[in-house]
């Protein structure tokens, strides 16, 4: 009995929690909305910001620091549309340039 407690106890230390593990944020969903900026609610720590649409339509993927500065500014038609630079403290965003081609779009970000 007592080799199993400790056997439990070594692949629980081993393996981190899920709950520790960053998870992808759906922080908005929609069709057109050309022009349109979409943002995630609030300030974290960021792995990427990315947005899935119609493939040769133009959007931007960027954050946001707390003093309203944009960097990591990622503009392209490919599908996703990724910014792959983390953040240590950020909001992520994304841009609809042109895209009215009533595909639904998919903008992603990660948070602890």
């Known amino acids: 009995m007592r080799r ?17 593990a ?15 900026f979409l943002r995630t609610a609030g300030f974290t720590g960021r792995e990427f910001v990315r947005v899935y649409h119609s493939e040769g339509r133009s959007w931007a993927v960027f954050y946001e620091d707390q003093n309203g500065n944009n960097f990591g500014v990622a503009v392209d038609n490919a599908n996703p549309t990724v910014q792959t630079n983390n953040a240590s403290y950020a909001m992520a965003w994304c841009q609809n340039i042109n895209d009215n081609s009533f595909v639904e779009f998919t903008c992603q970000t990660t948070q602890p």
């Open 4 to 20: 199993w407690l400790v056997a439990a106890l070594v692949i629980v230390l081993a393996f981190p929690s899920a709950a520790s």
């Open 22 to 36: 960053w998870s992808v944020l759906t922080f908005a969903r929609g069709f057109n909305g050309v022009d349109g």
